[in-house]
């Protein structure tokens, strides 16, 4: 089946710092991708969608200024949380989305922020 | 506007039970339906997928669901379940294409008794 991996998988950084989260599709192209963010025992919540070699699209009440993503290739998407602060501390996945409409999620990326 | 309702938020079943977990899901058209599976602090993992076709999806680790659009459900069965099936299950909706959102449920978590 298709892989998506993140890096790195936890990240531990000061506040007021940024900090990037890479995805990558391994064995497929994946022209669009998502990246969601889930705190504790709660359901996934989707914070955006990235379209290769465009602009990513925001959903309602996330920051664009503050989560920068850029998806440069058909393989890769990175997120950045820029001066972070403890309350973006969160869990965030990607997923990668085939040709079939089918997303493959990433293993995730534990975020605290101290 | 879409929506994903999972009523069991914790299941606890013995080992070689039936299981079936509960999904409905309200959305104008015919929805594009998943089942993910997520272990403690890891990503989440593709079960099945209905898009079209016959109601009756068969998955991986033994898993189906059934697709009833008269009762706008998707319910997620194994005949047996097994001590390492226990983790939080996911029901999503997918709006299909290039703007292919998921909208999760709130996840069952399932415990499994020995």
């Known amino acids: 089946g298709a892989v998506v991996s993140q890096h790195p998988s936890r990240v531990i950084c000061k506040s007021g710092t940024s900090v990037k989260i890479e995805c990558r599709s391994l064995?497929?192209?994946?022209?669009?991708m998502f990246w969601y963010r889930q705190f504790p025992k709660q359901s996934l919540m989707l914070m955006a969608t990235s379209n290769e070699g465009s602009k990513a699209t925001y959903e309602q009440g996330v920051e664009k200024d503050k989560f920068l993503i850029n998806h440069a290739s058909l393989t890769l998407s990175t997120l950045t949380v820029t001066s972070a602060h403890p309350e973006d501390s969160s869990f965030y996945i990607c997923?990668?989305?085939?040709?079939?409409?089918?997303?493959?999620f990433g293993p995730g990326t534990r975020l605290t922020v101290l | 506007a879409q929506s994903v309702t999972q009523p069991d938020i914790h299941i606890t079943v013995s080992e070689g039970a039936s299981l079936e977990l509960r999904c409905n899901y309200s959305y104008g058209a015919t929805p594009y339906l998943f089942w993910y599976v997520q272990s403690p602090g890891q990503g989440l993992q593709l079960l099945l997928k209905y898009f079209s076709g016959d109601t009756l999806v068969q998955g991986i680790k033994g898993f189906e669901a059934e697709f009833k659009r008269s009762q706008s459900s998707f319910n997620l069965r194994k005949p047996s379940v097994h001590w390492s099936d226990a983790a939080e299950y996911f029901c999503a909706v997918g709006l299909g294409g290039a703007t292919n959102k998921l909208i999760f449920g709130t996840g069952t978590l399932l415990a499994v008794q020995p």
């Open positions: 064995d497929f192209q994946a022209t669009t």
């Open positions: 997923t990668g989305q085939d040709d079939t409409d089918t997303q493959y």
